[in-house]
């Protein structure tokens, strides 16, 4: 697992929303962007992660930045996790591994003693020229938006 690091330019990525629509980094050329990696949509962690998101969003687009939220769920996983809670953000169904893979938060991981593959929950918050500004990596999934450095 090779993560972005703060200085990283931020490879093209290409990936489906919630709705089925194409996202690309791309689209946000010359836009502040914060990207959320969480593990799977509607367990409490990922949901407090997201709603303290959704409950801080005004304040984050104010200061110029736009939300991407990121799993491996499917589009419909997505879907039905975005209408239940209200997010007024995408959320990206990258099935094939593509985002997950570009930031390097997917890999080796331990629970309960068992080791698996999963995704490592990361936030990245990325200036107008791709480049990465912040990394958190010990997300705090209740204040979330309290970690998030948008000067």
Request: charged share 25%; proline share 5%; aromatic share 10%.
């Amino acid at each position: 697992m090779n993560t972005l690091n703060v200085g990283d330019t931020v490879p093209e990525f290409s990936a489906i929303d919630e709705q089925g629509n194409p996202v690309r980094l791309s689209d946000y050329k010359g836009k502040k962007l914060i990207v959320f990696f969480y593990p799977r949509a509607n367990t409490p962690g990922c949901t407090a992660e997201a709603c303290n998101l959704r409950d801080h969003y005004k304040e984050i687009l104010d200061k110029g930045y736009t939300i991407l939220g990121v799993s491996a769920d499917n589009q419909r996983k997505q879907s039905n996790f975005k209408n239940k809670y209200d997010f007024p953000f995408p959320l990206l169904a990258d099935t094939e591994h593509e985002v997950l893979n570009a930031f390097g938060v997917w890999g080796p991981k331990k629970f309960m003693g068992r080791s698996f593959d999963g995704i490592h929950r990361k936030t990245f918050v990325i200036n107008e020229e791709g480049v990465v500004v912040q990394r958190i990596d010990k997300v705090k999934t209740k204040d979330h938006a309290a970690q998030l450095e948008l000067g």
